[in-house]
């Protein structure tokens, strides 16, 4: 049985995209960005698909792919569009899936929706949260937001380097699964990807 991973985090610049990439390569996984606002020309899409190495992944366009990098609402209206749900359909594959939200979970498509509106309840939800002063109550109040939802399949994967009483209270907390940990690196490589895939597939294939 396939499986569909959305990723999302606790707010912007946290580690989506790399977290990303390695799910996508630890299972094979397919990759979708449903809204890429800014920097069409690197998009994240781009990223993922420079640190894959295996043959099996596809890439799927963006539904919305808006020019300037700002809230998706905002840069939608910038574009003179706005951003509706329906016309957001999952790509058909019959391989696993992995979804990248844009920012944080509330971070607004238009005047009624926000990314928590494009997660299912079959999701697997990966959050990715990363140490800095306040990000204790973001991670919990994210977390608080899915099973405000009824969301339950939770997994939190840690970016940056490790702080065990932060992670530990975390985890305490929210009672979410512990997937594994991606630490500050020079630099993210085909190989740095491949090397943390390894490292997080058995995890991932638990969840």
Known sequence: M?????ITGIGTEVGKTIASAIVTEALEADYFKPIQAGDLDYSDTH???ALISNS?????????????????HASAGLDNIEIQLEHIKRPKTKNNLVIEGAGG???PLNAKDCIIDLIETSDKIILVSRHYLGSINHTLLSVEALKS??????GILFSGNEHPTTESIILKKTQAMYLGRINEEEEFSKD??????????LN???F
């Open 2 to 6: 396939n499986n569909t991973y959305f």
């Open 47 to 49: 990223k993922v698909k």
């Open 56 to 72: 099996k992944s596809k890439f799927h366009d963006n539904t919305y792919a808006l020019k300037t990098p700002m809230s998706p």
């Open 105 to 107: 979970l509330l971070v």
């Open 149 to 154: 939802r009824g969301f339950s399949n939770i």
């Open 192 to 201: 740095v990807i491949s090397k943390y895939a390894q490292a997080l597939k």
């Open 204 to 206: 991932l294939e638990k």
